[in-house]
């Protein structure tokens, strides 16, 4: 987009109006929108992540526990720092929703146990929490 707008400011240089030749021209950007973290690489893009079309400091990023048992539909958003400490159980019927963009961060062997009819939800590819997912059938009742 950047570069888009930099070709047309460069074709306007040069064009003479009213007798007056233009030799520069204005560009106004807005550095915090993106589409992907990549967007938010400029000035070293350290600590800076894209969330909801918008270049945000992970520092404002609120922090939240993921519950050690999921027993109620719940959705990982983007808007915060999601921490996963040991194991975390989606219970049966329960739907883990996590959306693209969310920031999940591993403590003490943090993996996701998923019961028989429980439903994990992944918006986007996310290989670094798959290899991380145990499908478990509950142990019948004795």
């Not at 807005?30 to 350290?46: I, Q, S, W």
């Amino acid at each position: 987009m950047v570069t888009t707008l930099l070709k047309s400011c460069a074709r306007q240089i040069g064009l003479t109006v009213l007798g007056a030749t233009m030799v520069s021209c204005s560009l106004v950007v807005d550095t915090d929108e993106c589409v992907t973290r990549a967007d938010c690489e400029f000035d070293d893009g350290a600590g800076l992540e894209c969330v909801d079309g918008e270049c945000v400091a992970t520092s404002q990023l609120r922090q939240a526990l993921v519950p050690t048992v999921v027993d109620e539909d719940l959705s990982l958003s983007a808007r915060q720092v999601w921490i996963v400490d040991g194991a975390v159980l989606i219970k049966s019927d329960v739907t883990l929703t996590i959306e693209a963009g969310a920031r999940i961060e591993r403590r003490r062997q943090a993996h996701l146990l998923v019961e028989r009819g429980a439903r994990l939800v992944l918006t986007e590819p996310r290989p670094d929490l798959t290899r991380h997912v145990i499908y478990e059938h509950p142990p019948e009742a004795q």
